[in-house]
């Protein structure tokens, strides 16, 4: 699915100027707007809506990761579970992942506050993005506004956490020190998957974490305003994660669905669980062995609505590290797809491309 602009108007000053109220688009819900602004409006025929109905019988796995790490034939059994959900959806959700309830409400919380803080104290942390700038801690409203085919009903911050975590001082008081707890634990627990994902993928357990998959961690906050039509916007336009993994957490509003089988799926919020999905380089490493499904969030009236991704990549740092199909899983009868690249060099087509619909992947297939 392919958004394609539509350019009958002055387009560029629209975004400028909706991008220099540094008020995202919580601002104009703040101001009351009950029409959505044209550079939102996603062309009908790209619409969510013109597209089936979710399909009920089909159900995104669930697994419960409780005893992987005392029990060996419980870890044999999830090595399995997890071998089919990545190789087959791309995608699972997992219960009893060690990062308690507790920690879970507070990261919402901390979110919502960092959003909901005095407009004018959050806009000092607005930024493009430029590291450059002093601030770590990336806000804005859609990283890829200029160039994306449509802006999407949505405001993020970005926050890189590892391999240079930030001092307390740079982060904003109102998610500092949970944004630091929780990311502990999602490193935790990242490294836990990347274990069992080495396995499912027949490698030895330190696999993937030697290879650095785990070195590179982001947190992206999302807040999701309510929507005045949403059957006209969209919250994440259909993309797939420029990352090893993601970890995904969201809260009870829904709206999150990947494309399985040429079929959009609803994820259910549930809030014990946290999603995980196989990203690009995950998948470019595995020759692809596992596979990086496209996604998308609805735009919502109900809101606002929050997420917290986790994003295991070093980004847009220049790190030594180099991604290509594994060795042990390319053969003479299974040839390596895709050429050598850094992360770096993935990172940066990603962003100029923007959130429409193709894969980045696309661009380092042999
Ligand atoms: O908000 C969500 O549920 C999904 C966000 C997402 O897909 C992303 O950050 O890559
Ligand atoms: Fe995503």
Redesign the pocket.
């Given at each position: 699915m392919k958004l394609s602009s539509h350019q009958n108007y002055d387009r560029k000053s629209e975004l400028t100027a909706f991008d220099e109220t540094k008020s995202g688009v919580k601002g104009l819900v703040d101001a009351e707007i009950t029409t959505v602004p044209r550079i939102f409006i996603v062309p009908s025929s790209e619409n969510p809506n013109s597209d089936e109905p979710p399909s009920p019988e089909l159900n995104l796995p669930t697994i419960d990761l409780e005893g992987i790490n005392e029990d060996p034939i419980r870890r044999k059994e999830v090595i399995e579970q997890v071998k089919n959900a990545l190789g087959s959806w791309g995608f699972f959700q997992m219960v009893n992942h060690g990062i308690p309830d507790s920690m879970l409400e507070e990261i919402k919380k901390g979110v919502l506050g960092f959003f909901e803080q005095d407009d004018e104290v959050k806009k000092e942390w607005y930024s493009r993005g430029d590291r450059s700038g002093k601030l770590k801690l990336v806000y804005n409203s859609n990283f890829d506004l200029y160039s994306a085919p449509v802006a999407n009903w949505?405001d993020?911050f970005y926050c890189p956490m590892a391999p240079d975590p930030p001092q307390p001082h740079e982060l904003p008081s109102a998610c500092r020190d949970i944004l630091m707890e929780y990311s502990k634990e999602v490193m935790k627990l990242g490294i836990n998957l990347f274990k069992l994902i080495s396995e499912a993928l027949q490698l030895n357990p330190d696999h993937l974490i030697k290879l650095g998959c785990a070195e590179g961690l982001a947190v992206?906050g999302?807040y999701?305003p309510p929507c005045p039509q949403p059957e006209l916007a969209i919250?994440?336009n259909t993309?797939t994660?420029n990352t090893f993994i993601?970890i995904?957490l969201?809260d009870e509003i829904g709206?999150?669905q990947l494309l399985h089988q040429n079929h959009w799926i609803n994820?259910p919020p549930n809030p014990k669980a946290l999603?995980v999905n196989v990203g690009d380089l995950l998948q470019l490493i595995s020759n692809d062995k596992v596979f990086s499904a496209q996604?998308?969030?609805l735009a919502n009236k109900i809101g606002p609505?929050v997420?917290i991704?986790s994003?295991f990549t070093t980004g847009d740092l220049q790190t030594s590290m180099v991604c290509e199909p594994i060795k042990e899983l390319v053969s003479e009868e299974n040839p390596a797809k895709y050429r050598s690249i850094t992360v770096k060099e993935y990172h940066e087509h990603f962003n100029t491309k923007g959130l429409n619909g193709i894969s980045a992947l696309l661009r380092f297939k042999i």
């Open positions: 949505r993020t992206l999302h999701y919250g994440t993309h994660d993601t995904l969201q709206g999150l994820i999603v996604h998308r969030v609505r997420s991704a994003f």
